[in-house]
């Protein structure tokens, strides 16, 4: 009896050795590479194929890095699915080609709702300038979530004819639109006053005047304008 259980305590310490030697190899085995340090033709086959949206995510990570324009079609495709096209547009939008912004405007006629709402605030991220004519008819949206996520986006691009859709917006949609356009309008005064601290004054005035978009006033009334405390530099 003493023989047999020496016999199984030998072979339980056997097995339990070549279990931690089993372990010891699987921690020590060199990882398999992450998906998004995979190269940009690895990463644009994963987008395009079957696999998970866990890989599909990753893979967008890795383009948002390294993409090139070679990736904008696949990227491009993914814009339309409500599923994806967050995760696309993540990659999209700090690349440097023109053709990333292409596909985002071009991707505006072929959304709605939260997919469009998402890729006009890409658009305004990239400050876009050649988004500004498709971003305007947008302000007029029956979806109130585009309507002002194409606001922020005018506000953020800051040229002169977001500034004028801005405008005529907050006095065209007073009670829908007119908090939205005054608040791309301050951002676009605040980014103005980075190189123009006058042009940026004089926009800030024209917030505040009577029916401004940021005016205490109710729209349209005759009341007088609020004192503002901003003052134009003397010269």
Request: aromatic share 2%; proline share 10%.
């Amino acid at each position: 009896m003493k023989f047999t259980c020496e016999v199984i305590s030998v072979a339980a310490l056997a097995a339990a050795l070549a279990l931690c030697t089993f372990a010891l190899a699987q921690n020590t085995a060199p990882a398999a590479p992450a998906i998004e340090d995979a190269d940009e033709p690895t990463l644009i086959g994963i987008i395009q194929g079957d696999g998970p949206y866990v890989d599909k995510l990753k893979a967008c990570r890795g383009l948002r890095i390294r993409g090139t324009a070679a990736a904008v079609p696949a990227l491009a495709a993914m814009l339309p699915n409500p599923e994806l096209s967050h995760i696309a547009r993540y990659a999209l939008e700090p690349m440097p080609c023109p053709q990333a912004g292409k596909a985002l405007r071009d991707a505006v006629a072929k959304t709605a709702g939260k997919s469009k709402a998402g890729i006009a605030a890409s658009l305004g991220v990239r400050r876009d300038p050649d988004a500004v004519p498709v971003l305007t008819p947008l302000l007029n949206d029956a979806d109130a979530e585009v309507a002002q996520a194409a606001a922020a986006a005018l506000g953020r691009i800051a040229m002169p004819a977001a500034v004028n859709a801005l405008f005529k917006c907050a006095d065209n949609r007073p009670e829908e639109m007119r908090p939205a356009a005054g608040e791309a309008l301050l951002a676009t005064a605040a980014r103005i006053a980075e190189s123009d601290p006058a042009a940026a004054i004089d926009l800030y005035e024209k917030l505040q005047a009577p029916n401004g978009p940021c005016s205490s006033a109710p729209a349209h009334s005759t009341a007088s304008p609020p004192h503002s405390p901003l003052k134009r530099p003397s010269v």
